[in-house]
Nanobody
Framework: QVHLVESGGGLVQAGGSLRLSCAAS????????MGWFRQTPGKEREFVAA????????YYAGAVKGRFAISRDNAKNTVYLQMNSLKPEDTAVYYC?????????????????WGQGTQVTVSS
């Protein structure tokens, strides 16, 4: 069992930056690939970024590539999402997820555990 808690969301102006954190419980964090997804009301949860369990491979949605960066610190059981050049369309609830597999995935169904989410609002 893995318990995930996101933090770092908030209100920011367009062009600004935020860093989300996701703290995981358990001693096997390094055996989970991690992902970030986001969701707005009335829409399906969409993939944002993922990272392999070693941190050696990263994956990004086209809409965020070049602006967002995912990283992890296995010693701290934490995964991060650095978000730069934020746009109003990045407004959403952001969720982190854990997948008991070496590589990340673009598909939410491939993840085994989810956090409760953190709201990110980007004003124009």
């Amino acid at each position: 069992q893995v318990h995930l808690v996101e933090s770092g969301g908030g209100l920011v102006q367009a062009g600004g930056s935020l860093r989300l954190s996701c703290a995981a419980s358990g001693r096997t964090f390094s055996r989970y690939a991690m992902g970030w997804f986001r969701q707005t009301p009335g829409k399906e949860r969409e993939f944002v970024a993922a990272i392999s369990w070693s941190g050696g491979a990263t994956y990004y949605a086209g809409a965020v590539k070049g602006r967002f960066a995912i990283s992890r610190d296995n010693a701290k059981n934490t995964v991060y999402l650095q978000m730069n050049s934020l746009k109003p369309e990045d407004t959403a609830v952001y969720y982190c997820a854990a997948r008991r597999w070496e590589s990340g995935s673009y598909y939410s169904a491939d993840y085994d555990y989810w956090g409760q989410g953190t709201q990110v609002t980007v004003s124009s």
